[in-house]
């Protein structure tokens, strides 16, 4: 039986933030990377942009391809993992190998929602995901036959997929169930702007209705909605978010919610048992508790801190929040912590909106600091609002220069600015003391 110091399931963000960490401080102990998928590590966010032909997989690559051999890793990919025996520190691959292990990280990621829905089958000729590169792979091969295509799904892989197919010059339906799109992620105002970039390059939105069911036989010719409006397509792209996987997790025996149960160590319920990413819940320091916070960011930071505590230094991931960085035809958008509330919620709300230059900005405001903010084109000063917010800084006295676009660290009281500016190393202490 092979053994390893450090083994990872999961071969994407979360994987690399660990491997680069225990390098970083342990040079010899052996490490394992499975992946499911049988390609090198790469950008999920790409995925579009692979489809436009823009970016090509070799570009797409998280890391370079020497990665793993520079960092001593081995790599197992196109290899899946079913069964887990965190006594015995063993898990079982597909093709009947075991593998032991040390210490066990758990970064397994999402699976694609497929709403049960008459004649809606992902085996289907033309009917594809949108999560993986292989899915983009599928429907490249699809698009020489296809004028048409539906999309079920208005949050954020749902417009990113529309947006691409659109590009490529396909006539694209939207159909979101919600009354608007990306309803979790953004305001209504927010919504309505995305909608509007939508409409007004070309593509079709139907919200507040979902299929009723999915025509045709081995291949989907059309769609009927719950509001009786009939779609034609040759092609049906599913898009409706992703749930962790936790079956590996939950079959072991290991504390499972909605995801994978981990402190803010990263250590799930098993001992010497990790996990982070998309298939863990972490603690949301706005919230005060734990949720799937599925983000690229935040994967990556809880492989670091889960490494960590592998190598026996401990840290915690106490920064983690909700947060979006999206790209929308003529929009680019950034969202952070708890941008949908509102006054109803108990919130003070501020926000403006410049219809030349169509930027917007909204924060959601309580107990003299800021909550959460969503910024529409002028997305500049993203950095600052964050470090703002996860300082828990008091805004109120300047909290209406946050709507102004030229709103920068000069805008903010000095006293405040200085500790804001040492937290990030721009200024030393010694620097701010003789100011």
Known sequence: MERFDYLIIGNSVGAVGCIETLRSFDKGGSIAVIGEEPHHVYSRALLPYYLDQ??????????PVDFYERLGVTPVLGRRVVGLDTA???????????????????????????????????EKENICNFVALQDLQRISRLLPSAGRVVVLGGGIIGLMAAEALHKKGLEVGV??????????????????????????????????????????????????????????????????????????????????????????????????????????EVYDFLMGNRRVLPLWPNAYAGGRVAAYNMLGMKREYDRATSMNAMHFFDLNIITAGLNTAGEKDGFEVISRFDAGSRSYRRFVLKDDRIHG???????????????????????????????????????????????????????????????
């Not at 823009?54 to 890391?63: A, F, N």
């Not at 919504?191 to 979902?210: D, K, N, W």
């Open 88 to 122: 015995g520190h063993v898990v079982k691959l597909d093709d009947g190998r075991t593998i032991s292990y040390g210490k066990l990280l758990l970064a397994t990621g999402g699976r694609p929602i497929v709403p049960p829905i008459p004649g809606l089958d992902t």
């Open 175 to 280: 159909v979101e169930l919600a009354p608007r799109v990306l309803a979790p992620v953004v305001d209504e105002f927010t919504s309505r702007l995305i909608e509007e970039a939508f409409r007004r390059s070309g593509v079709a939105i139907y919200t507040g209705t979902t299929f009723k069911e999915v025509q045709g036989g081995e291949r989907a010719t059309g769609v009927v909605l719950t509001d009786g409006t009939s779609l034609p397509c040759d092609l049906l792209v599913v898009a409706v978010g992703v749930v962790p996987r936790v079956d590996l997790a939950r079959e072991a025996g290991l504390a499972v919610n909605r995801g994978i149960l981990v402190n803010q160590q990263m250590e799930t319920s098993a001992a010497d048992v990790y996990a982070c990413g998309d298939c863990a």
């Open 373 to 435: 903010f969503t910024l529409v084109t002028g997305i500049a000063r993203a950095g600052i609002f964050l470090h703002l917010m996860r300082r828990g800084c008091a805004v109120t006295s300047f909290k209406e220069k946050l709507l102004e676009g030229e709103f920068g660290y000069l805008t903010i009281p000095e006293g405040l600015r200085r500790e804001l500016l040492i937290d990030e190393g721009v200024m030393s202490e010694h620097a701010a003391a003789n100011q």
């Open 54 to 63: 823009e970016v090509p997989v070799e570009k797409m690559l998280y890391r």
